[in-house]
């Protein structure tokens, strides 16, 4: 009987831990129908431009796509990159995508792969150096110790990361995210997972490319659609609770 009582308990604390999660989790920090609520802006995806949505084979990826230190294929209609390196690994679209711009695909680690779904926007690639340069980076499960984080290379004065993810390897997310004049979000499974504003935007006319990365990683994309972002003014303010 006392086991059973310890079940009963058990079971009763996780359930009021998961009501509790639930309460405190508001609905506008989640992508409501076509509904992206930021702070301070507010995007209808329904109504952003779609600038690419097509599906990637092995003859668009030869054509449309450049690779950067690292291999990239398409393995059963998922584009595939592999990069041992402590580097970024890219497949970089050839076309230009100036603007305010997010990008939206679905992605998973290849197991025994556990880390680094990253992409880029608003970037560029130094040939001379043969590195990237100038560009905004959001990725999953990333920055050594497992967290989701957006930076600006090359240098990485503006950068940010959060480790409340509870990351499953091999599972496939649903990932979105860009910028609106420097104010940068990521998306997965329709739930907000970090915002911030960089003080010195990166100039989105100058540098356009979008593009994906393994960074020591074995991922996989695909679904990918790249939105010109149509964004409003939201004032916000609290109403009193007492």
């Known amino acids: 009987m006392k086991i059973i009582y310890v079940i009963i308990i058990l079971i009763s604390v996780n359930a009021c831990k998961q ?11 989640q992508i ?18 779609v600038l690419y949505d097509e599906e990637i084979t092995t003859k668009s990826l030869a054509s449309d796509w450049v690779q950067k230190q ?42 025994p792969c556990t880390h680094d779904i990253n992409f880029m ?18 990725g999953l499960q990333g920055w050594w110790t497992g967290k989701v984080g957006i930076e600006k290379s090359p240098k990485y004065e ?22 609106i004049e420097g104010h940068c979000f990521i998306f997965a499974d329709g739930k907000l997972l970090m915002e911030a504003m960089d003080p010195q935007p990166i100039d989105h006319q100058k540098n356009t490319k979008v593009g994906f990365e393994a960074y020591t990683s074995h991922i996989q994309i695909k679904k990918v659609r790249i939105l010109q972002i149509n964004w409003k003014e939201k004032i916000r303010k609290y109403e009193p609770e007492f």
């Open 121 to 138: 926007w608003n970037g560029s690639w130094n040939d001379s150096l043969d590195q990237r340069d100038i560009a905004y980076v959001a």
């Open 70 to 111: 690292s291999e990239w294929t398409i393995e059963e209609g998922w584009l595939t990159g592999r990069n041992r390196g402590n580097w970024p690994g890219m497949a970089i679209l050839k076309k230009d995508f100036p603007g305010n711009v997010m990008v939206e695909f679905e992605a998973r680690t290849v197991l």
């Open 158 to 179: 503006f950068m940010c990361g959060t480790p409340l993810l509870d990351f499953e390897p091999g599972k496939t997310y649903k990932i979105l995210g860009g910028s």
């Open 19 to 29: 009501t509790s999660k639930q309460k405190t989790m508001t609905p506008e920090n």
């Open 32 to 49: 409501q129908g076509n509904i992206i609520t930021l702070m301070k802006k507010e995007i209808d995806i329904s109504t952003c431009k």
